[in-house]
């Protein structure tokens, strides 16, 4: 059985577009989780909506309500109902397409010394849905990769819920009370690259999902302001990297590894800087990338 964690918060615009995308499964042997983080509008009353269907289509339903503490916390409560061999998470905005649980495990139950398995799948914008003409990823040398580690900690590949599928047992040795760090952002490098730090990971060249890109998300921020927004939200996903870090890796690499971390954001900030304009902040990033002396020329 595959575990499928859909963490929301104010969903009520696309939560019953993504359950529709889970009931058109052709796999239906799912153990859905539906975290709702303390929602403000109607998504708990469309959830309620949906438990009759779910009941009855899939093979079982858990719906957990809880006060607003963001992701991380919402997953760790999913965690401890899990009972599946496989473990995949999905935003409320995304859609799984119809063969995307059944494809996914699949190619796990006949690679088995794979601790998980990523696929392809669609970027696509709320306005147009059905527009699919850009893919997830178009990198040859991503998709043949099955040790994807430094590119997932170092964000050069996408590890967007619906796009993976882990094995629980992989999951548990990692996080053996099903804790993960609660963050209010972060949960699939927690899980996904974790994942792929000690073990490989496959490839499914076949979209199997589309990512709605909204006008609010990480890189489309539009009210505010949105360079302070961009970086907040870096640095949430900064200080996860150094909790993985002191949790997981051995004590004399630590300091190699916070090293990489504080150069990896040095050049994100600037990349932040550079995007808005903002000459002083561009001139402070620059000089702290020289000070760690990893200056490449098109910085320069």
Not at 39 to 59: G, P
Request: aromatic residues 10%.
């Amino acid at each position: 059985m595959v575990s499928l964690i859909i963490p929301c918060y104010n969903a009520e615009k696309y939560i019953g577009r993504c359950l529709d995308s889970v009931l058109n499964q052709t796999d239906r042997n799912i153990e859905l989780i539906v975290v709702n983080d303390g929602s403000t509008d109607k998504t708990a009353r469309i959830i309620e909506d949906y438990r009759h269907v779910l009941e009855s289509d899939i093979t079982r339903f858990i719906y957990i309500s809880q006060e607003n503490e963001g992701v991380g916390a919402a997953c760790n409560n999913a965690l401890k109902k899990v009972t599946g061999e496989f473990l995949t998470l999905l935003d409320a905005d995304d859609i799984m397409l119809p063969e995307s649980i059944e494809i996914r495990r699949k190619w796990l139950e006949e690679h088995s010394t794979y601790g998980l398995v990523r696929t392809n799948g669609y970027y696509v914008t709320e306005d147009n849905l059905e527009l699919c003409n850009r893919l997830l990823e178009v990198n040859e040398y991503m998709k043949n990769k099955e040790n994807v580690f430094n590119e997932l900690f170092n964000g050069t590949t996408y590890l967007w819920p619906g796009t993976y599928m882990i094995r629980m047992n992989v999951l548990d040795k990692l996080y053996p009370d099903r804790e993960i760090y609660p963050s209010r952002n972060g949960q699939n490098m927690q899980l996904v690259m974790m994942a792929a730090y000690v073990s490989k990971a496959g490839f499914i060249d076949i979209p199997l999902m589309k990512y709605v890109l909204q006008k609010e998300s990480l890189s489309h921020f539009s009210s505010g302001n949105v360079m302070q927004k961009e970086l907040n939200a870096m640095e949430g996903y900064k200080d996860i990297r150094k909790h993985l870090v002191k949790q997981f890796m051995n004590e004399d690499d630590q300091d190699k590894w916070n090293d990489k971390i504080d150069k990896l954001y040095a050049n994100i900030y600037l990349d932040i800087a550079l995007k808005h304009k903002d000459k002083d902040f561009a001139k402070s990033c620059y000089e702290n990338i020289k000070h760690k002396g990893n200056i490449e020329i098109n910085q320069q």
